[in-house]
């Protein structure tokens, strides 16, 4: 069984940084791509990064390029995301998710097992 566990969260100022971190686990094989998403109250849940193991390929939103960053361990099974130049708009709970698929993508519908996610608050 999959699952993952985000964590590093919290409260920051906007200009400032975090690291999230996601500990995966059950995976069969490095054919995982593994996602952050986040959705701000109110808003609908929006893909932010994504990492295909296999490849090392990565994949940012638009509003985000540039300033996050999305890495793994040597294990690949840790996935982080580090956000830098954070903006209050930032803020929202962050989930990571997991699908099986060898090619990154932000789109939602594809992944299959999420984590319980780690609210994220950028102050102005």
């Known amino acids: 069984e999959v699952q993952l566990v985000e964590s590093g969260g919290g409260l920051v100022q906007a200009g400032g940084s975090l690291i999230l971190s996601c500990a995966a686990s059950?995976?069969?094989?490095?054919?995982?791509?593994v996602g952050w998403f986040r959705q701000a109250p109110g808003k609908e849940r929006e893909g932010v990064s994504s990492?295909?193991?296999?490849?090392?390929?990565?994949k940012y939103a638009d509003s985000v390029k540039g300033r996050f960053t999305i890495s793994t361990d040597n294990a690949k099974r840790t996935v982080y995301l580090s956000m830098n130049r954070l903006r209050p708009e930032d803020t929202a709970h962050y989930y990571c998710a997991a699908t099986w698929g060898l090619v990154a993508t932000l789109w939602l519908r594809e992944f299959r097992h999420w984590g319980q996610g780690t609210p994220v608050t950028v102050s102005s």
């Open positions: 990492i295909s193991l296999s490849y090392n390929k990565t």
């Open positions: 059950g995976f069969a094989s490095d054919d995982y791509v």
